[in-house]
């Protein structure tokens, strides 16, 4: 059975930094999407960055509030999603969520309706 575990989250000072980690356990297939998405108190979900497994982290696509301070990699190996956050501001304050779809595909994983399998969540604060 497929379980997403995210970790690395906690209170880090604007400018900050941290590297969260979405650890793959089970099958997941290689032309599913990833993504991470966070969620503010009182405000929607947003999805943040998002890839074709099959392209690998580098085609990833970003929204523009984290644009040029976060950026994915992964590990072939151990199977693990990380988001690595730099300049973290007051406003990336979140709960953090690593998903994953049932397909897959460049324009497929930009859609943000079609992460259907969710980790628990890790949360970030940012604050002086």
């Known amino acids: 059975q497929l379980q997403l575990t995210e970790s690395g989250g906690g209170s880090v000072q604007p400018g900050g930094s941290l590297n969260l980690s979405c650890a793959v356990n089970?099958?997941?297939?290689?032309?599913?999407?990833m993504a991470w998405f966070r969620q503010a108190p009182g405000k929607d979900r947003e999805r943040i960055a998002s890839f074709w497994r099959r392209n690998g982290p580098g085609t990833a696509y970003y929204a523009d509030s984290v644009k040029g301070r976060f950026a994915l990699s992964h590990s072939n190996i151990e199977d693990t999603l990380y988001l690595q956050m730099n300049s973290l501001k007051p406003e990336d304050t979140a709960i953090y969520y690593c998903?994953?779809?049932?397909?897959?595909?460049?324009?497929?994983?930009?859609?943000?309706?079609?992460?259907?399998?969710w980790g628990q969540g890790t949360q970030v604060s940012v604050s002086s």
């Open positions: 998903a994953t779809s049932e397909r897959g595909g460049d324009a497929y994983c930009l859609m943000t309706n079609v992460y259907n399998f």
């Open positions: 089970g099958h997941i297939d290689d032309h599913v999407c």
